[in-house]
């Protein structure tokens, strides 16, 4: 057996992207490894999205570059492969960068890689793949070899949008969405593999339609799989939220009571430079919609502070939707200038101080809107689904509707089956509680 060591940042389309990949190198006779040490070939499934997250991949080159070295020495070999979103941006400069590195391979040429992989044992030169055959990409993979209790399933890909800060339309290229029996026949497979729920994905998840399908026809057939108890699907944009996937929160049981729904901003003058399309009270009015047909959703949102241009006004209006909304949790982000983006050369970029104070003042508002919304589940009884066992002996770890972990003492053999509990407890990352 050869040793796979595959690292993944960014979202959980990336997640996804490396279970397939490691599923498509098996029959080649690569078993994964979780440490790099010694593995004979690693790769790094990269994120584009902020600066920070692309600049990690080189400090981590160098170091892989030390560890193939070494490897070289004892009469071995690593291949060195980077895979994901700083591939498809930055392919050329990163071989120019890393010359250690043997292959580059984009999110929608992933499926080349055995024959890539022949290719650079061949030439021992470095082989290049990013173009955008997505078609052929989904059926080239295997079916799954295996599944957690939870399973991301990618049904959508790409970005038609063009937010103005944003690279994902260009990393994943345009909006493309997978045929219907190709995901119910995947979600089957993973059912069998021990999932009991399906994270449906995509970058713009909600705008899914293909063969006159939309999302929450797709969840209903998918809640019709046996074993499957819960359906989850991210990320939605405010502005493809259909009539029918709102009423399916009303209509469907097995949907989570849960949407991640980012808004970034709350003001028009911002969200007009971001290219959202949407204004403030659109999105209010939204989210005033959904809770009519799903009255205990909770909502959570992706932020962007510090936008060019962003005025203290402008982020005041972005404290007050967060208000106004109520979030169960939220991730906030530091505006990050990314290359070739529309965003990056507008005048009025906002200083470096100005935007870590603004972050520090939405995440005090934001968790102290997450500690309210996990304290106002203590004393209820929730329905948890159990994926594994806790780090505390005797206890195991599940998730409420709410995607809040719990932990409870109680039988292993609770695992993959959802149970009541009555909340008991918060500390600061975890619920608490007991079989109900
Ligand atoms: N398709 C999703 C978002 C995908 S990217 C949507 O439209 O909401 C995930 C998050 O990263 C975004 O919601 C945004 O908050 C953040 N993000 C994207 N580009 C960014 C940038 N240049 N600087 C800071 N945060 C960014
Ligand atoms: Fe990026 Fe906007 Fe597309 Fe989301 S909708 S992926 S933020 S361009
Ligand atoms: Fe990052 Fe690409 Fe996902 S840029 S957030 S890995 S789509």
């Not at 584009?48 to 400090?59: D, F, G, L, N, T």
């Not at 006004?313 to 200038?337: C, N, P």
Request: charged share 25%; aromatic share 6%; proline share 5%.
């Amino acid at each position: 057996m050869k040793k796979l060591f595959v690292k993944t940042y960014g979202c959980q389309m990336n997640a996804y992207d490396s279970a397939k990949m490691a599923d498509l190198l098996a029959p080649l006779g690569y078993a994964a490894t979780d440490v790099p040490e010694g593995a004979d070939m690693v790769i790094l499934n990269t994120c584009h999205i902020r600066e920070r997250a692309a600049e990690k991949v080189y400090s981590e080159l160098g170091r892989l570059k030390q560890m193939k070295a070494a490897k070289a020495k004892d009469g071995g070999q690593m291949l060195l492969a980077v895979a994901g979103c700083v591939a498809q941006a930055e392919g050329q400069e990163i071989v120019a960068r890393a010359p250690q590195v043997d292959l580059v391979v984009g999110p929608q040429s992933y499926h080349r890689l055995p024959e890539m992989i022949a290719r650079a044992a061949r030439s021992q030169g470095h082989v290049l793949e990013t173009d955008f055959p997505a078609l052929e990409k989904f059926d080239s993979l295997n079916a799954p070899q295996s599944s957690g209790i939870s399973a991301f399933l990618t049904v959508q890909e790409g970005c038609d949008k063009f937010c103005t800060f944003c690279v994902v339309p260009y990393t994943r290229g345009s909006e493309h969405s997978r045929p219907p029996q190709a995901i119910v026949t995947e979600a089957r497979q993973l059912a069998e593999k021990g999932a009991r729920e399906i994270v449906l994905l995509g970058q713009n998840v909600n705008a899914y339609d293909c063969d006159g399908w939309g999302l929450a026809k797709l969840c209903e057939a998918i809640g019709e799989i046996e074993g499957i108890k819960r359906i989850r699907y991210t990320t939605s944009h405010p502005r493809d939220m259909g009539d029918d996937l709102i009423a399916a929160h009303g209509g469907n049981p097995k949907l989570m009571p849960y949407l991640h729904l980012p808004v970034q901003s709350g003001s028009d003058a911002v969200l007009e430079a971001m290219n959202r399309q949407h204004k403030a009270d659109d999105y209010r009015r939204l989210v005033e919609r959904i809770r009519a047909a799903r009255s205990d959703i909770a909502l959570t949102s992706d932020f962007i502070v510090g936008f060019p241009g962003e005025s203290d006004a402008d982020f005041e209006a972005t404290l007050g939707l967060v208000r106004d909304i109520g979030y169960a949790t939220a991730f906030s982000f530091k505006y990050s200038k990314r290359p070739g983006t529309p965003a990056s050369t507008m005048r009025k970029q906002i200083p470096e101080d100005v935007k870590a104070a603004r972050l520090d003042a939405l995440q005090k508002l934001l968790l102290s809107q997450q500690y309210a919304f996990d304290d106002s589940q203590v004393g209820k009884v929730l329905p948890v689904l159990f994926e594994k066992t806790a780090r505390e002996t005797g206890q195991i770890m599940g998730r409420t509707p709410y995607l809040q972990p719990v932990h409870v003492k109680t039988d292993a053999a609770h695992i993959s089956q959802v149970a009541d509990v009555r909340i008991e407890r918060r500390t600061a990352n975890s619920l608490h509680g007991v079989l109900a």
